[in-house]
């Protein structure tokens, strides 16, 4: 009789309803042979300081922390919008741009304030999302996508969270805010990481299974 395939445990270290929401719909489909479990299983695990300059750096941080806490693998997305008129502002801080324990709604109007004479090209933007997958064994994934648009001079849409009511896709012509969950995953940079991901994540199983035959290996010698 055939035995179904175990599935992999991994522990999603977000504590963004927005992203996990996201993350979720699009794991089940690119990657159904993993078990993803929440940071809420885990309360002990408080807030992550995410000390790094970069995306990339932040989305390591939290993925290893998470990782070693829990012995599984971590997935962590750090993420934010990055507007080149503004020096790449908010950028790392998109979720602090107003103050520490900001709402979107502060944020969102923080950024319309800063933005409020620019006209044409000065309201580009680009959504930037790093993922990272880190085993307990130390090993890694890393990715990173960018969704480029233009900020509006009013917000649009409740769906979404974060900066969405204020973001135009140019291709749909639609606020963030405004676009299904199908239509913003096939247009995000956070839907285009997570396949991105899921197109690499069989080799990162690999490695780390190889890695932990070797140590069994070398235990016995
Ligand atoms: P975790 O670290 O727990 O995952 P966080 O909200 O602190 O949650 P980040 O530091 O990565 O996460 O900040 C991401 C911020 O960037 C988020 O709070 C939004 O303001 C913004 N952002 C990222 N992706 C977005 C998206 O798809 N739509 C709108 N805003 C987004």
Redesign the pocket.
Known sequence: MDTPDKKINVVL????K???R?IDRVLKSVLPDIEVKS?DEYPEIGD?P?TGST?EE??LI?ARTVSRKTGLIAI??????AVPALNGE?G??????AGEKAT?QE?NSRLLIEMKDFKGNERRAA???ALAAVSPGGHRLLVREE?EGMIAFEPRGDK?????PL?IDPVLNLH??EMSAEQ?NAR???GKALKKLAALWEDFIDQQNNASNQVGFTDLQ
């Open positions: 270290a977000s504590r963004n927005g992203k996990i996201e940071l992550i995410e995306f932040n989305a939290k962590a997305d750090d993420s934010g919008l908010p790392v801080y998109s979720a602090r741009y979107d944020n959504f930037v999302c969704w979404g969270f974060g900066y969405d973001f963030g805010a913003k995000s940079h956070r």
